[in-house]
């Protein structure tokens, strides 16, 4: 689901660059051509919401294909009883609402907020008509859509098959892999800012207290280390 090619990831943060710009360095829009991008962009809508919004509901249809271009975006799953397990952490370059290009199918999933979340959002009947004249970007979005199929099943193979540790590992490596980055010539990674404990236990189907201590025991081990928001990942995390 990583939504910034490693190729063409931009030297400047998405929330600085002009729209058009934004749309050629993102998936599923790498491959469309310049006039289509201008198409985009001028159709697209640049908002702001803060810590907290929900941004989809879970059962509704997406009123657009949303771009995220600073903070996070969780997506969550709402258990009966009000329980709530994270399925994925969305950062820069990541889309959601990518339903509304297949008519009034409804997401799966609620979208929420965590932090002050910048973003795009482009209209449904702008993305479909682009869609028919730009096949490439259905290929692109389809893989997309395969990618977070594949979150979710990771998700829950671990919930049945794993121990909280293990969970976590899986978790953070997904997460550094993703919006994270090598440290110089290291095999170790820097992911920045990391999710609360709090979110990591939605993540993992465990309690906050838990995934303290688990983190505390993997810190004795050497596997990571934390520095306010920044959490540096050990090369047995990332490579398991």
């Known amino acids: 689901m990583r939504a910034v090619s490693e190729s063409r990831r931009p030297s400047i943060p998405l929330e600085r660059m002009e729209t058009a710009d934004v749309l050629t360095c993102v998936e599923p829009f790498v491959a469309a051509r310049p006039s289509e991008i201008e198409v985009l962009a001028r159709s697209a809508v640049r908002q702001r919401k803060?810590?907290?919004?929900?941004?989809?509901?879970?059962?509704?249809?997406?009123?657009?294909?949303?771009?995220?271009?600073?903070?996070?975006?969780?997506?969550?799953?709402?258990?009966?009883?009000?329980?709530?397990?994270?399925?994925?952490?969305l950062g820069p370059g990541d889309v959601f609402g990518e339903n509304c290009a297949f008519g009034a199918t409804r997401v799966s999933t609620t979208a929420v907020a965590p932090v002050q979340v910048e973003f795009l959002r482009i209209p449904p009947d702008v993305l479909m008509e682009h869609l028919r004249r730009e096949p490439e970007t259905m290929m692109r979005?389809?893989?997309?859509?395969?990618?977070?199929?594949?979150?979710?099943?990771?998700?829950?193979?671990?919930?049945?098959?794993?121990?909280?540790?293990?969970?976590?590992?899986?978790?953070?490596?997904?997460?550094?892999?993703?919006?994270?980055?090598?440290?110089?010539?290291s095999n170790n990674w820097i992911l920045a800012p990391v999710p609360t404990q709090s979110e990591l236990a939605r993540m993992v189907g465990s309690c906050r207290e838990t995934v303290s201590r688990t983190l505390?025991?993997?810190?004795?081990?050497?596997?990571?280390?934390?520095s306010g928001r920044r959490m540096i990942l050990s090369e047995t995390i990332i490579n398991g």
């Open 50 to 89: 803060s810590s907290g919004t929900v941004l989809l509901n879970e059962g509704h249809a997406s009123d657009g294909l949303y771009v995220v271009l600073r903070g996070r975006v969780n997506l969550v799953r709402v258990a009966d009883g009000g329980r709530d397990i994270i399925l994925s952490v």
């Open 141 to 185: 979005l389809m893989r997309l859509q395969h990618a977070k199929l594949c979150d979710v099943e990771a998700v829950a193979s671990g919930l049945a098959l794993c121990d909280v540790e293990e969970r976590l590992r899986r978790t953070l490596r997904r997460l550094a892999r993703r919006q994270g980055r090598q440290i110089d010539a």
């Open 216 to 226: 505390s025991a993997m810190a004795r081990n050497g596997l990571v280390s934390s």
